[in-house]
């Protein structure tokens, strides 16, 4: 067992047998502390976990230490033609560098994620540190290693409640041969989220979409990826104006990266509030005085920018239509630090997740305050 991992493993022992169970706050790179979970406890960094133990390229699986800098990975791929398709955002800010062991735990997907799933379905097997210092391994490197209760995919969203992700084995895929994005001038939010409907009913090769009010005016986006052929049939049959790969990557990175003109203009007294509601929600009726959202995932998500004292609207606008709303980033004066980060769960769902934080986590030493749910 190598170095690194053995004094973790040592310091949470210690912290589970203690008189008083000393509490650990899970460290990685720290790109996505700004979230409102409440950060307590004494840091346990796992960055001097890195590197990647296993690449098989013909496999489509690469298994790799939690430490390890997600940037660091992608780069590797890239070098063989593949990706992690679900496209994660690091939010490198300050300095900070997202891990891999992150953005499992933190289970966020970016554009691509209504197309081709999310980080859970692309876990096919990952190594904990539970609360009693035991080292577990679930799941495998290949599919038909998962089954049963597919514990490797709890770890997504999880947050680092339940345990410390020491490695994992995610499934990637080849970087599609073609790709190209359209654009639709002057469509509205109603009529935008109509034609993202319909297209979905039809065999296109559709990857990721945006759709956007830029000075009154809708714009939507909407990026296609696959064989050569079925993208550009797909840019004849569908209209809008061709643009090719290369000069629209920086904004789908920008908009992964939440960088884009649309996030960064917010203003100071406005939170940036996420609504995950089904693809085929119409148009919410947000409070007055809201400007339009930037939607993604061919309706499935709606950023809106609001005061913090619209949230109860807003939780309420994504329920009606069965969804519900986030408290993403706050007002440029007050830290979520302490903000309830998910809505309270029905009794049954929190009965399960309290018997879930038992089992792998008895005394409670990982990441109090944060609570797990995948995003």
């Known amino acids: 067992m190598e170095p690194a991992l053995s004094q973790i493993i040592e310091r949470v022992r210690a912290a589970s047998q203690a008189a008083t169970p000393q509490a650990l706050r899970i460290q990685g790179g720290g790109s996505k502390d700004f979230l409102g979970l409440e950060l307590r406890g004494e840091a346990l ?6 590197g990647i133990v ?21 780069q590797v791929l890239a ?51 539970n609360g009693k ?22 770890m997504a969203g999880s947050w680092g409640t339940l345990g410390v992700i020491t490695e994992v084995s995610l499934k990637v895929l080849p970087v599609a041969p073609a790709e190209a994005t359209l654009r ?31 000075g009154g005016t809708g714009t939507l986006y909407v990026r296609l990826r696959g064989a050569t052929a079925a993208v550009d049939a797909a840019c004849r049959s569908m209209g809008g104006s061709r643009l090719d790969a290369a000069s629209t990557a920086a ?11 649309w996030f960064t203009a917010r203003a100071a007294d406005h939170c940036l509030w996420r609504l995950s509601v089904p693809q085929t929600a ?40 069965g969804g519900d709303a986030l408290l993403f980033s706050a007002e440029a004066a007050q830290p979520l630090s302490g903000e309830p980060l998910f809505d309270p769960q029905n009794a049954a ?20 305050g944060r609570t797990s749910a995948a995003l």
């Open 45 to 50: 960094d796992v960055r001097p976990l890195q």
């Open 54 to 74: 296993d690449y098989e390229p013909s496999e489509l699986v690469v298994t790799v230490r939690a430490g390890t800098p997600l940037a660091q990975l992608e």
């Open 79 to 129: 070098e063989r033609g593949q990706a992690l398709a679900f496209e994660p955002p690091h939010f490198a800010r300050q300095g900070r560098q997202a891990t891999v062991g992150g953005m499992v735990a933190a289970g966020l997907s970016g554009p691509a994620r209504a197309s081709v799933g999310a980080v859970r379905d692309y876990v096919l097997g990952i190594e904990i540190l």
């Open 133 to 154: 210092a035991e080292l577990l391994r679930f799941g495998g490197q290949v599919m038909k290693n998962v089954a049963g209760y597919d514990v490797s995919r709890l």
């Open 184 to 214: 639709f001038d002057g469509i509205g939010q109603a009529d935008a989220l109509k034609q993202l409907n319909t297209w979905g009913g039809q065999p296109l090769p559709l990857n990721a979409s945006c759709w956007l009010q830029d």
């Open 251 to 261: 904004d789908w990175a920008a908009c992964r990266e939440l960088q884009l003109p």
């Open 282 to 321: 119409p148009e919410l009726a947000l409070p007055i005085g809201t400007a339009a959202p930037l939607v993604e995932w061919h309706g499935g998500l709606r950023w809106v920018q609001a005061p913090r004292s619209a949230g109860a609207a807003l939780k309420a606008a994504a329920r009606t239509v």
């Open 349 to 368: 769902v929190q009965r399960i997740q309290k018997q879930l934080k038992t089992a792998f986590d008895p005394v409670g030493i990982f990441n109090p």
